[in-house]
């Protein structure tokens, strides 16, 4: 499985920005695809995810200000932020959680993609 994430690089405070995270390989069905975000110093943590029902689940830093959409058929998810503030900033990873055609389970990573949020 290979994840592709694209987006990400600096914009100043209240502006917006978007990702994207596409997979590719043996993916039989999506269970989890999303986004998280680390920022120096601190724990990885939950920015927005998409389960395989559809249900967006956004962690509290992105709730109202950020939204994960979708194309299920492409492994794609999009990742809309809006109203950036600078304690935004971090590495993005694109996380995914597939079945395989084996039905095996599995978790990757993409590689992370800078967002800087700075005036």
């Known amino acids: 499985v290979h994840i592709a994430e694209s ?13 994207s995270c596409a997979a590719t390989g ?13 920022a120096p110093g601190k724990e990885r943590e939950l920015v927005a995810q998409m389960l395989g029902s559809g ?3 956004y ?11 979708r194309d299920s058929a492409a492994n794609i998810v999009l990742l809309h932020m809006h ?7 971090a590495i993005y990873y694109c996380y995914l959680q597939i079945s395989s055609s084996t039905l095996q389970i599995s978790q990757y990573w993409g590689q992370g993609t800078q967002v800087t949020v700075s005036s």
Do not use: C, H, N
């Open 7 to 19: 987006g990400g690089g600096l914009v100043q405070p209240g502006g917006s920005l978007g990702l």
């Open 26 to 38: 043996d993916i039989f069905s999506t269970k989890v695809m999303g986004w998280y975000r680390q």
């Open 55 to 57: 249900t967006p689940q």
């Open 59 to 69: 962690g509290e830093s992105a709730e109202g200000r950020f939204t994960i959409a």
């Open 83 to 89: 109203r950036l503030r600078p304690d935004d900033t």
